[in-house]
């Protein structure tokens, strides 16, 4: 038995036009998988496929949480994720994707394993930015960081937060690198 096994549905054996399935993707998944965007997770997906008279129509619902890098300091952190994603599939002759959701199988195999389609939903539902919230990267690369961003020796941390509060309530932006404004002047002359 494959690692993937459990993904494949038999759509030829299929006897009602309705069939459920419930998978967990876990962190086991996910190493098994080998893909670049996610290595750890735990997502659940409620797959639904419906007979139609032309073809499958495959309904993932997915919902979870997978680990991805923070952008700023490079630590793990928990990035919720959910999706809703369509799939149609149609018997041929052989394997054939026709377009981003159309999927052609073998009629005489008449199964389709949706282990990769499942990882690309879950990557998919990645946001491009992923930070931590306010204050929960990792202090040390912060300061770091910092050091490379400061325009000035007494520039205060500049990677810390985009925007702060004053205690007054009033919002007090973060002084803007020099170089924009040179940039922003060669932009107005054009």
Same mark, same amino acid.
């Given at each position: ?56 129509? #495959? ?42 959701? #159309? ?41 770091? #960081? ?40 060669? #932009?107005?002359?054009?």
């Amino acid at each position: 038995m494959g690692k993937f096994d459990k993904y494949k549905i038999d759509l030829k054996g299929m006897q009602a036009d309705f069939c459920q399935y419930e998978f967990v993707l876990d962190n086991q998944f996910f190493a098994d998988i080998d893909g670049p965007e996610v290595q750890k997770g735990k997502v659940k997906v409620v797959l639904v496929v419906k007979r139609t008279s032309r073809a499958f129509e #495959l309904d993932f619902q997915t919902e979870g949480i997978v680990w991805v890098p923070c952008d700023r300091c490079l630590d793990d952190m928990e990035q919720p994720i959910a999706s809703t994603d369509k799939l149609f599939v149609k018997f041929g002759t052989e394997y054939a994707e026709e377009g981003d959701n #159309l999927i052609v199988i073998p009629e005489d195999e008449g199964v389709i394993n949706v282990a990769w389609f499942m990882y690309e939903f879950v990557a998919l539902a990645i946001p491009m930015k992923h930070v931590h919230a306010p204050g929960k990267c990792n202090k040390e690369m912060s300061r770091k #960081l910092s050091k490379h961003l400061r325009t000035t020796p007494d520039d205060e941390d500049a990677f810390a937060e985009d925007d702060v509060e004053e205690e007054s309530g009033e919002r007090v932006e973060t002084p803007i690198d020099p170089r924009w404004n040179e940039l922003k002047k060669i #932009l107005d002359n054009n």
